[in-house]
């Protein structure tokens, strides 16, 4: 069946989309030659963006300044400026949003009933508060995803002004938690010992070994690393960076023995549950975080670590020995020397290796005699 918006012209394809469509940057209007089967796939392919368009501004004409906010939220999810970002970046933003929805009441009323244009700071200072006295850290999270929301409901002339602007927030001090690398050596001895939770195992020795974030080490594939080299490419979900990572020759004999067991489907650290083509799912967000938390229990590490902590811990080893900013940075991926500013620790270790490559002397003076 011939997609919509295909025509013939003097025995050649032609694409002529709505003009609205051309003008807002949606589709372009092209001549696609004779080849059927390649007109035919163009066509369809720009129609589904024609369909998406279509079904934003369905929501954007159904919203008005007497419109609540759970339909300010609806649309905004829908958005193209929501569907550009990365993956993960999209899936913590609607955590907050609906974190906020779900639990920000005031007065009995939930915040997703009340219209956009009745939103005042008064109100948006109650909700942070409330949940600042919970997580402060989570609060702020919260805050600046709500900001942007309403940055986009002002573009699109929803609202006249940002109450979350004037919203006064709580600071907290940077987390300067860091493993020991004994506590690393005691969970993997636990997630090791079991080929049920060796992929846990493996998350973690990744995150550790490479610096890198465990919620992308659970994406990583067979395809991703070169056996032969040694060498693992990861594409950081949260700024898209690449990175090529050498592994260590213990961390390769972990993927051998891996892949004895699991090459034959595409995640290197899968779940042992099935998708729908018989292979292997990688782990989710929550059932990751909740096997890795039952791990550290039984390794008897000290509650106060988290996952998250072993790229801080990683990058604050590196800095510690030395290792110049721009090399940490080849491995970490971050865009500029100075997001490295907040692993720096001010340890008597950094200063003793700082000293020792300075090559101070012993003696300033003469050495006595």
């Known amino acids: 069946m011939k997609p919509a918006y295909l025509v013939t012209h003097r025995g050649q394809w032609r694409y002529l989309p709505p003009i ?7 589709v372009e209007r092209h001549m696609l030659g004779t080849d059927d089967a390649a007109a035919f796939a163009y066509a369809a392919a720009s ?28 649309n905004y999810l829908a958005s193209d400026v929501f569907k550009a970002l990365a993956p993960l970046t999209r899936q913590g933003y609607a955590l907050a949003l609906a974190h906020w929805q779900d639990n920000g009441t005031v007065g009995g009323r939930r915040l997703d009933k009340i219209k956009v244009s009745g939103l005042d700071a008064i109100t948006c200072q109650k909700i942070y508060d409330m949940m600042a006295r919970v997580s402060v850290s989570n609060a702020n999270g919260c805050l600046a995803v709500w900001r942007l929301l309403f940055s986009y409901a ?9 109450p979350f602007k004037a919203v006064k927030k709580q600071t907290t001090k940077p987390r300067r938690v860091t493993w020991e690398r004994e506590h690393v050596r005691a969970f993997l001895n636990v997630a090791y010992s079991n080929w049920k939770t060796r992929s846990i195992g493996l998350i973690i020795h990744m995150a550790y070994e490479l610096a890198q974030r465990s919620t992308d080490m659970r994406l990583i594939k067979w395809s991703d690393y070169d056996r032969a080299k040694g060498v693992l490419v990861v594409v950081q ?23 004895k067991d699991f090459d034959w489907q595409a995640y290197i650290a899968p779940s042992l549950k099935r998708d729908s083509k018989q292979g292997l799912m990688p782990y989710g967000l ?16 000290p509650e106060h670590l988290t996952v998250r902590d072993l790229r801080r811990t990683a990058v604050t ?9 721009p090399s940490i940075s080849a491995m970490t991926g971050h865009a500029s020397l100075t997001s490295l500013t907040p692993y720096v620790r001010h340890t008597l270790r950094g200063a003793m290796n700082a000293q020792a490559m300075r090559n101070y002397p012993e003696y300033l003076m003469e050495e006595p005699s």
Request: charge should be positive; glycine fraction near 8%; aromatic fraction near 4%.
């Open 20 to 26: 609205q469509a051309v003008n807002d940057g949606v």
């Open 47 to 74: 129609n589904l963006k024609l369909e998406a368009w279509r079904q934003h501004r369905k929501h954007v004409k159904s919203m008005g300044t007497d419109s609540n906010i759970g339909l300010l939220v609806e």
């Open 154 to 162: 002002i573009r699109n002339g929803f609202c006249q002004y940002n």
């Open 237 to 259: 979900s949260k700024r898209g960076s690449r990175v090529e990572l050498p592994v260590s020759k213990g961390l390769q004999q972990m993927l051998e023995q891996q892949a």
């Open 286 to 301: 929550h059932s990751f975080n909740k096997a890795a938390t039952a791990l550290m229990k039984q390794s008897d590490l």
């Open 317 to 325: 080893e590196m800095i510690e020995e030395g290792v110049p900013l």
